[in-house]
């Protein structure tokens, strides 16, 4: 009940998000066995080649510039991961200039019926052994919508959003924490390099890291590429941060 409340709430934020003066209606209909859970709204609509793509990670109709004010695009591709989650299906359609509808799928069942086992795995949020990370951003949108992501990926994700809250969390979680993935530039003068150094001297190890930015300036290029850490610029790939991640924590088992 959890995980469908949160794709609905994911789908009606969307549509608030996409309709400034038209309306928006939530409806449930019986389809056979099933339930058709509609999220309608009277926005911009979408155009028909981006139907296939509004579920990617990071994906912004409308903001090709990717202005963190408008959103991250995380939120239908965390709904749709979490209908995937469940088993469910979850579709678009759209009219440009008229609005869009997100349909999902609901079987009706027995309040106390077992689901049946599934042949493929499955994410599990935040459950799985990946790996516990620590987060640092001071953007709280972008802490809450990149650890909605990194556990569909199967890790326990700390949170911070300045350096005394990670040192704070460093101190508490020591043994814990495998990896950190860290803004930049953080409040009161720190950067994600200083930071992850003064990490490594409270820990009595030397931490993998990863370093985000949307900046490109010559000072702070040194500064990164003489620190020896992965850095990722924004907007960034999520197959590649997965990737890094995974790689970096890789080699600290071996």
Request: net charge neutral; proline share 4%; with cysteine.
């Amino acid at each position: 009940p959890d995980l469908l409340a949160r794709i609905i709430q994911n789908l009606i934020s969307n549509a608030v998000r996409h309709t400034s003066g038209g309306r928006i209606l939530i409806g449930c209909r019986r389809s056979g066995a099933m339930r058709r859970i509609e999220v309608w709204d009277q926005g911009e609509g979408i155009p028909a080649d981006q139907l296939d793509t509004i579920f990617e990670e990071f994906y912004q109709l409308g903001n090709p510039a990717r202005n963190r004010h408008q959103g991250l695009g995380l939120g239908l591709t965390i709904a749709m991961r979490m209908a995937k989650l469940l088993g469910l299906s979850l579709q678009a359609r759209s009219r440009l200039g008229r609005g869009s509808v997100f349909t999902l799928e609901v079987p009706v069942g027995n309040a106390g019926a077992v689901l049946p086992e599934r042949d493929e795995p499955v994410f599990q949020t935040g459950t799985d052994d990946n790996g516990t990370l620590l987060l640092v951003d001071d953007d709280e949108n972008v802490l809450k919508a990149s650890v909605r992501v990194l556990e569909l990926w199967g890790y326990r994700v700390l949170t911070a959003t300045d350096a005394a809250q990670a040192l704070a969390l460093c101190r508490a979680h020591a043994a814990e924490i495998d990896m950190a993935l860290l803004d930049y530039r953080l409040p009161d003068g720190w950067t994600g390099v200083k930071l992850i150094a003064r990490i490594n001297r409270e820990l009595g190890r030397k931490l993998p890291g990863i370093l985000i930015t949307g900046d490109t300036s010559a000072k702070q290029l040194r500064d990164v590429y003489a620190s020896g850490l992965p850095l990722m610029h924004k907007p960034i790939d999520p197959s590649a941060l997965r990737r890094t991640i995974a790689s970096l924590l890789a080699l600290e088992e071996i």
